[in-house]
């Protein structure tokens, strides 16, 4: 017999308990991903900049930039679809 999404959903969180108990550092499980997501801003930033803590300043301020960036849209988007739906 299938599950119901409410039993789906709590043996997802279920199995989420359990990883997350077997884990010394909540931040080591994701180190690797985190890093590679950061690289993608280090790679913008000018090979003329030297300085390991002003790289680390600009590519947090482009990430900054990006999530920004995902946010406007989603604003203009979510604005485009209420003024859809008051036409309709």
């Keep these: 017999m299938p599950l119901t999404p409410q039993q789906r959903r709590a043996r997802s969180r279920l199995a989420a308990y359990v990883q997350w108990s077997r884990e010394p550092d909540p931040t080591g499980r994701t180190a690797t991903a985190r890093a ?15 300085d390991p803590a ?13 999530f920004q960036r995902l946010a406007l849209a989603s604003s203009k988007a979510r604005s485009r679809k209420v003024a859809a739906d008051a036409t309709t």
């Design 36 to 50: 590679a997501f950061m690289s993608r801003f280090e790679a913008g930033i000018p090979a003329e900049v030297t």
């Design 54 to 66: 002003v790289r680390a300043r600009m590519a947090e301020h482009a990430r900054r930039a990006y």
